[in-house]
């Protein structure tokens, strides 16, 4: 029997030429890619850990340092108002019945003190290994034992809806173009960020108001929560207080179609 390379099924390469086959190449490709991957690392830390350089500062780090900001620069346009409206209350010409409606204008868009009797609202976080404390209720979920957006609005919207005059969420005071928005568990409020416990406090008729807060069917499901899984929840009269007035700027910001 013939060992010749042109037997039938047999086929030989040319002399001197090696075959590349498909796996050899993809191999050194992979080779080729790692090597890119290494190189570029490298010369991006410099000899650092890009994991825990300090230079990096987290997502959270950075709202709590432009939150900061925030409040600065709302403490200083709040003593550039209170410059300007002391050099307006000089003789400007204007007429009494005309200062008096600016007056009014100014306490219904919240931008002046207000004092008077209030009530104060105080939500919280349940405690992190909170159980049913009620017969019949499931174990609670991590969403059932945090204050949700809809809460804080609640809350806001129940207080109005008693007659409050006024109202202050933490130490800013409210106005028609705020809004009470919350990104996982902390408070988003015209630029600045908070954390659980929330208080609420709210000038007018004590007893409307905490009336208000009982009859909203909002609360009252709220209130299921407080008993089952141990929400915070402590409602106060506080007397005689002073709330803020708004500090911010009154500026609407819309989309507008690109040209």
């Known amino acids: 029997m013939s060992n010749s390379a042109d037997s039938p099924g047999i086929q030989s390469s040319p002399a001197g ?9 993809l191999t050194i490709a992979v080779f080729a890619l790692a090597g890119l991957i290494f ?19 987290r997502l959270s780090d950075l709202i709590q340092e432009r939150s900061h900001r925030n409040g600065e620069l709302d403490e200083s346009n709040s003593a550039l108002r209170d410059d300007v409206e002391s050099l307006a209350e000089r003789d400007d010409g204007s007429t009494e019945a005309e200062d008096a409606k600016l007056a009014a204008l100014e306490e219904n868009a919240g931008t002046k ?17 909170a159980t049913a404390k009620l017969p019949g209720y499931p174990e609670p979920q991590p969403n059932d034992l945090v204050i949700h957006q809809q809460d804080l609005q609640a809350v806001v919207n129940a207080l109005w ?12 005071r409210l106005i028609s173009t705020s809004a009470v928005r919350c990104v996982g568990n902390t408070l ?32 009252q499901n709220y209130m299921l929560y407080v008993n089952a899984y141990g929400l915070g929840w402590k409602v106060e009269e506080e007397g005689s207080v002073t709330l803020p007035g708004y500090s911010g700027t009154v500026d609407l910001h819309y989309a507008k179609p690109v040209e």
């Open 39 to 57: 190189f570029t690392s490298f010369n991006t830390a410099k000899g650092t850990n890009i994991r825990t350089d300090a230079s990096l500062l």
């Open 113 to 129: 003190k207000l004092r008077g009797q209030a009530v104060s609202v105080t939500l919280n976080d349940a405690p992190p290994n």
């Open 161 to 172: 809806q008693g007659g409050a005059e006024g109202i202050k969420v933490m130490d800013q």
């Open 188 to 219: 988003i409020l015209q630029g600045r960020v908070y954390s659980p416990p929330y208080t609420v406090t709210a000038v007018g008729d004590p007893e409307k108001l905490q009336a208000a807060l009982a009859a909203s069917p909002e609360i």
């Open 17 to 25: 030429k090696a075959r590349w086959r498909p796996v050899r190449l």
